[in-house]
Structure formats: C-alpha cells, structure tokens
C-alpha cells in the first residue's frame, strides 16, 4: 500500500473515496466543504442530513456518489467533540476510514483529517499507524488465502504537506507491531524456543543489532536455577537470548527491555485445566514478541540511546523431569524460591532475565509479560497494570502510552502484601494470596532488582483481543511495542 502526504487541496482531490472527519460541536460545513458539497452534486449535504449523522465518535456513513463525480464515494466519520481532539482521536477515526474503505472495495483514498496541536507530522503519523494497523490480516496458516479481494492500494492524506519521514517512521513502527502480532498469533508448534531464537538471529542481522544466545549449559554457569527449572521439562532446548542495539556515537543513556518468552504454557504439574484458556497458551510470549518487535524498530529508527533486549524463552511442559509444586530453585542472584505454583512460571524465568538485566549497568528496566489473571479481573481487556520503583520512570511510561494510544495505568506496589510472599523454608514463594495477586506477582520480581529504576508492565489482557477495538482487530494486538519505542525516543 502506497501512503502519502499530498499538497493538492482537498477540491482537486480524485480518487475512488474521500474520507472527512466531522466534530459533534461543529457540523456546519466551512466554505471549502460548501463548494465540495457543490462539485459533489449536494451529496455530502443530503448524506449528512439523510442519516442524521452528528458527527459524534460512534459516527459513521458511506455512501456512493452518482456518475460523473470527480469522487466515486464519501467516508464521513465523526471525532468527538473538538476540545477532545488527541493524536489518539485521529489515529482512531483513520481506522474507521481504513475499515470502511475496505468493505466498500476501494482502491484509492483521500484521507482529510484535522491537525492535533498544529503538528502536522505526528498527525500524519497517527493517520498512517491507523490505516496500516486494522488492515493487517494474517493469513499465513490458511490454505487457501482470498487471492481475489480488492485490497487499498493508494492512500493520500490530505491537507498536512508530504511528511515523507514521517510516514516512513510511523511504517516501520508498524512493522515492529505486526512482527509482534503474528508471534503471537502463530501456534506453539510454529514458534518454539527455536524459532524464537531464529527470528531473533534475523532481526539483528538485517539491522546490525549485536546478539548473543546463551545455551542450557551457559545458563547453568551464571546459576540461572530459576529460568532452568521451568525449562527442564520441554523436550526443547531453552534459549537465553541478548539483543544489543549501539549508536554509532557515546549513547545518552542505556536501557534494557525484558519479555517474558513462554512459547507454550501448559501449567506444568499445576496444570491448566480448559477453563482456564489453555488453548490460547501460545500468546504466553506476548512480553517477548513485542520485545523482538520494539528491536526490530529500534534497529531502524537509530536513536541516540543504548538498548538491551532480553527474552528467556522456553516452554513449561510436564514431563518426568518436570519441577514439582514444593521445589526449591535458586536463582542467578543467589535467593531461593519455594515452587507452590508451576503455573506461576513466567516470574521465574524473568527472575533470572531480570538479574542478568540489571549487571549490564544499564540506567533503567522495564519487564512486560503475560504475567497475571489477576490484572485482567482488576482492569480489564484493553489495560496494562504498571509497577514501578521510580517515578520518573513511571511517569515516561505512562506519557509513552499516551502518545502511542495504547493505555497503562499505575498499580501499588504495597510492601505489606509482600507477607504473603514469605516462605518458611525458602527466601520466597512464587505465588501469594489470590487476593491482590497482580501487585504480589510484581513484589516478587522486584526482590531481583537492586538499585535500578526498574518498571512491570502486566499485559495479560491487551496482548489479546477477542473482538476488533480502535486500531486492532481481534486477535494479537502487538501490545506494547509502540509504548516501547516512544519510551526509548523520548529519553
């Protein structure tokens, strides 16, 4: 799909569809509208008039227009009322425009959209992320794909100037999102502890990122007890992987980003029965695939700003060597963990990453993992719990979000729930009271964090969608790699 900024004004525009945003407080057509309404035979007019569209962000309407117009069809979509406007508002009525062209079989698409704060880049930006996003269908397992759908071909965006780079950036930001996406869309028998591991090696190869992948044995000599013992039942090997990103000059700061890696999540002894959903256990790497994904962005982008990504991947299988509820593993920083609960495993395996993270002197860390049911219950399907020993820290997450339209909200860590963490034959348990289970399962990961401004990002609920919302279809969202990416631009 060819996606550009044009000067052309919006009464020279042609094309198969042009696409106007409407706010609810501001429906009277400016003087510009008024002589397209003219050139389109009083169709926009009647369109808005006939289907008492009021511009409101639930708004929405297609029409076809009759022969001889210079415009086949109009996409009027509704933003809200004006003092509401948000790069988050345009990216999500560009998502509406893309699905609606899409279902009307357009091929080429003028897109007029108001500018966010009198910057035209980032709306560009914004514009570009939401018609990419929705249209991404993935269709790699089915046998026989719809070869004869009518697919978007041209998208121009009107009234902003070229902002070449802009879209530029805002595709590859995308392709990072879609790269997180179809990992964890694909099967447990696709992506493996292997294959996590190749893509990774590709990654870094077709962007110069330095990496290095730390077998069983290597594991075994930094005493990463925790990580092995939920590896050791899998038939497959675990892999330790490291991605270095470098700026070509000193960097300003360096940073580390951890994703929980289980290619596969069976519960281990505790296993997970079918009420609990473990048939969609292969999205148990969101934390991971969207820690690739923010590489494989980092990697093009080339900020100023050294980065580490860091994925302990594995499978939690059961098997006769599987670890048993009531072990006792060791860590790489020497604390011991009392195993009540092998389905609490996606902790164990970021302990290790967590402490080999931090040894690198890095300035600041940030975890994201599939982590807890728990956080689901408390914020539901499209929020992130975040946890966090730094306010500073937390609070550029927390802008990160915003700007990527992608929603965190700051959890407590309350120190007096860490009790219920406490064993009586080891430092730790790795799981707690069901009460208040999301904020025990980050006081856990913080006993293997030292000194550095560390944050959590729980992400069980929007890695996965079970119905379209805003820029993602249902499915794999490619939570978080947008937040992600903008935390590690805008230091």
């Not at 990463?224 to 470098?246: C, E, N, R, W």
């Amino acid at each position: 799909m060819d996606i550009r900024g044009t000067e052309t004004p919006l009464l020279n525009w042609t094309g198969d569809a042009l696409a106007l945003g409407f706010f609810e407080d501001s429906m009277e057509l400016t003087e510009t509208l008024q002589k397209l309404d003219e050139k389109l035979n009083r169709n926009l007019r009647e369109l808005i008039t006939e289907t008492e569209f009021e511009g409101k962000s639930s708004n929405n309407v297609v029409t076809r227009i009759g022969s001889g117009s210079p415009v086949q069809k109009i996409i009027l979509v509704g933003l809200g009322k004006t003092e509401d406007l948000t790069l988050d508002t345009v990216r999500l009525g560009a998502a509406t425009i893309a699905r609606l062209a899409k279902q009307a079989k357009v091929k080429t698409l003028g897109i007029n959209l108001p500018v966010v704060n009198d910057d035209a880049a980032s709306t560009v930006s914004a514009i570009t992320q939401g018609v990419i996003l929705p249209l991404h269908q993935d269709n790699r397992f089915k046998s026989e794909p719809d070869k004869n759908e009518l697919k978007l071909e041209k998208v121009e965006i009107l009234g902003c100037g070229e902002h070449r780079e802009a879209i530029n950036k805002a595709q590859t930001l995308c392709s990072g999102v879609i790269l997180a996406r179809e990992l964890v869309a694909a099967p447990a028998n696709s992506v493996t502890p292997v294959t996590f591991a190749e893509i990774a090696q590709t990654i870094a190869q077709d962007h110069g990122l330095d990496i290095e992948i730390l077998e069983r044995k290597e594991c075994q000599n930094l005493g990463m007890g925790a990580f092995l013992g939920v590896a050791q039942a899998s038939d497959l090997p675990p892999k330790f992987i490291h991605i270095t990103y470098k700026p070509s000059e000193t960097p300003q700061k360096k940073l580390a980003i951890v994703g929980k890696s289980l290619t596969f999540d069976s519960g281990g002894l505790n296993l997970k029965g079918s009420q609990s959903g473990i048939e969609t256990m292969k999205m148990d790497m969101g934390g991971g695939a969207a820690t690739l994904g923010a590489a494989k962005v980092i990697g093009q982008l080339k900020p100023d700003v050294e980065v580490h990504f860091i994925c302990a991947v594995t499978e939690n299988m059961i098997s006769g060597r599987a670890m048993h509820p009531g072990d006792i593993l060791t860590a790489s920083n020497g604390k011991t963990i009392e195993v009540n609960n092998t389905d609490a495993e996606g902790r164990l395996t970021l302990a290790d990453a967590l402490v080999f993270a931090e040894k690198l002197g890095v300035d600041a860390i940030v975890d994201l993992a599939t982590l807890t049911g728990a956080c689901v219950v408390a914020l539901g399907d499209n929020i992130s719990g975040l946890w966090s020993t730094d306010e500073t820290l937390a609070t550029q997450i927390k802008k990160a979000g915003a700007m990527a339209g992608e929603k965190v909200w700051e959890m407590p860590l309350e120190e007096k729930y860490f009790e219920g963490l406490k064993s009586p034959i080891a430092d730790i348990k790795n799981t707690g009271p069901r009460a208040g289970g999301a904020i025990t399962a980050a006081l856990f990961l913080k006993q293997f964090i030292k000194e550095t401004p560390w944050a959590h990002l729980d992400i069980a609920g929007p890695v996965w969608l079970d119905k379209e919302d805003g820029v993602n279809n249902s499915g794999a969202t490619g939570f978080p790699v947008q937040t992600l990416v903008h935390w590690v631009l805008n230091q």
